[in-house]
């Protein structure tokens, strides 16, 4: 392992109805709220109703930004950053699904810094060193944004998709109400279920020795997933499904299976400059770019490909090289997802090869990307082509 | 699942040199500090120079108490509230096991409390409402001490050993050096190792439904464990095992496993009736009681035990029934710890029949105890005869 700090101190509350406890948690940070919330499936499904109970309970002074955007943007972000200034707010509630808490982080980093905010969100500033405090309402499981102080914010002038990570973003509490994921679509229900499982992929792909126990944990998210997400996509009002998957998401990208190793990345990086260029889904692209992510890796290095088989998809090693069960693996993960409906390619979404060059080039932070094999831009390009 | 709500703001800092960053952590919550130590091996080692050499770069005042014994006492615990409010101590720095820093929760705990420690100890008190806070340097693996609210205190005028769990006295930080933990002998290593799988077993036999996750998690601590310790007690000074074995035992029982699951503890309630009556080591009294305990559950309810020898110790479940597969798994259980040296008898402390009444009657907390399985004074009375 490599040394490692871990500190998360976001409270969860967890269960049917844990929405009545706004009015219990959020006086400690003031009671100048800006609720910030997506399309509006909030007003339909009467959630939004709920939270304005709340807030009427404790006399709050509620600033409300609605239509934060499935990848939300540079815009909608300074948008809140004046409405905070404007209001003297001092607390933003985000009631949604990742999107709306990851703009509420770069919202709440932005608010005490002088200059633009993008230079936040792209490290060109230095670390954030103060915050507003943040609480959630979480209502699609997948992107454990309610749980770490992780942001993506993409900026349409120059499509480029960028993130952040600070502990003081770290929501103070989020809620997870399984109910209120219940009426997430079935195309969401996929993707949040695809994106679960490659945050586990990220972390588990990492560069470091000697985590067997942080391996095994995401093994059991994994496992988890597979035995949940067909039956939940068959039966999207099922609470005790959604509760599983809602955890699911949660402790798959908590900083949990990430202590003390050096993890990936590549996929995430590549399909964000995907959705950078192209307005897709997350969870979509991701499962487009995975499998042959997977297979780049598996060429290089398949000995932890080769393990994930056998300990996920029950794959029986008797007789067969690293490189062989690697291959069957990524065959088994491949014919999972397609059983649960998620896209197998780019053209599923109409994209062809006209931007293969601008999204290569948006992957390339660096030189590399990468950790638990790098990926040069030559091995980006390829495997974009690949996913077409 | 249960509705539950989970807040673990300890911060870990892990890895080889970690006790360097006291001068950083301390200060932040005052520089008048008790600093509460076992038996004097962290002198023998080193640890206590090191620490010493930390306080002193940032001029802290320092008040001793060591000699926390290892079922740490209640006298001992009135003196370090005594030293605290004569001294006006503002922390507490606790180095050593799960003893020392039980010891140091309950002293910070008694600290702002009027009466008698020993009513907070034993929930007759008000659950604090505050407490002195505490960091700690852990030396042993096994109790999880460093990441939870728990608190196990011995009263031996009474001769009964009684917990309490408070979210005040989690650590605001614990330091956990995998090297710090490389000269505990080999029977202590032995009982660690044990206990971290009882403390995964209480929450793996649970009396929740749906909670497939945790359990998953469960069984990855589980295997990690068994993967591990045979390993590192024949060969005691390796960085490597004694690293998996710390995290192990951080994550059994931090909270993480236990989520929206109602928990079993009879094991646990049972042990330290015996170990109040008579001064053993917590995880040999486990590694006696916990396999006789497992006998009966699975006498009632076979299902789970079975579950864990499929899942955990590879057990091949074709055309056996759950009764067979639990036979088998306790079986496999008793002898994995027989593997590593655990006892297997009270009679091998030296313990006989004399005192069964006194450990029956100081195991019964309530009229049934344990949840999984719910255990009469009777049950408690043949457990603990089988073990002898």
Redo the contacts between chains.
């Keep these: 392992?490599?040394?490692?700090?871990?500190?998360?101190?976001?409270?969860?509350?967890?269960?049917?109805?844990?929405v009545s406890s706004l009015k219990k948690e959020i006086p400690a940070y003031g009671k100048r709220v800006l609720l910030l919330y997506g399309g509006g499936s909030i007003k339909k499904s009467g959630l939004y109703d709920k939270v304005i109970g709340e807030l009427n309970e404790i006399d709050a002074y509620v600033v409300e930004l609605g239509g934060v955007e499935p990848n939300p943007r540079l815009t909608t972000v300074n948008q809140g950053i004046a409405l905070i200034r404007e209001n003297q707010l001092d607390f933003i509630l985000a009631v949604g699904g990742g999107s709306v808490i990851d703009a509420a982080k770069a919202i709440a980093a932005g608010v005490p810094y002088d200059g633009d905010v993008w230079d936040i969100v792209t490290s060109k500033a230095k670390a954030p060193s103060s915050a507003v405090p943040i609480g959630t309402v979480i209502t699609i499981a997948g992107t454990g944004s309610e749980m770490n102080g992780n942001s993506v914010i993409t900026n349409w002038e120059t499509n480029t998709k960028a993130f952040f990570n600070s502990n003081h973003v770290l929501p103070r509490f989020s809620i997870l109400d399984p109910e209120l994921t219940s009426t997430v679509p079935r195309d969401q229900t996929v993707y949040g279920s695809v994106d679960i499982m490659a945050h586990v992929f990220e972390q588990y792909f990492h560069a470091s020795?000697?985590a067997?126990?942080?391996e095994?944990?995401g093994?059991?998210?994994l496992?988890?997933v597979i035995?949940?997400a067909p039956k939940l996509v068959n039966d999207l009002n099922n609470y005790?499904y959604r509760?599983?998957m809602l955890?699911?998401g949660t402790?798959a990208l908590n900083g949990?299976t990430g202590?003390?190793v050096n993890p990936d990345w590549a996929t995430h990086l590549i399909e964000h400059a995907v959705s950078a260029v192209h307005d897709i889904p997350h969870g979509g692209g991701i499962a487009i770019i995975a499998p042959h992510w997977m297979e780049h890796v598996a060429a290089v290095r398949p000995e932890k490909v080769a393990q994930l088989g056998v300990r996920v998809f029950d794959l029986d090693p008797t007789g067969k090289t690293d490189a062989e069960l690697a291959s069957e693996a990524i065959q088994a993960l491949r014919a999972f997802w397609a059983s649960i409906g998620a896209p197998a390619k780019l053209s599923d979404y109409g994209i062809d090869d006209k931007e293969i060059e601008l999204m290569t080039e948006r992957a390339m932070l660096a030189e590399q990307i990468g950790n638990y094999v790098p990926l040069t831009k030559d091995d980006v390009r390829t495997i974009l082509r690949k996913s077409l």
Excluded at 1 to 18: I, V, Y
């Design positions: 392992m490599e040394s490692f700090a871990f500190h998360n101190p976001t409270k969860l509350l967890f269960g049917k109805g844990q020795s000697n067997p126990l942080q095994r944990i093994e059991a998210i496992r988890t035995e949940t005790d509760e599983v955890l699911n402790l949990l202590m003390g």
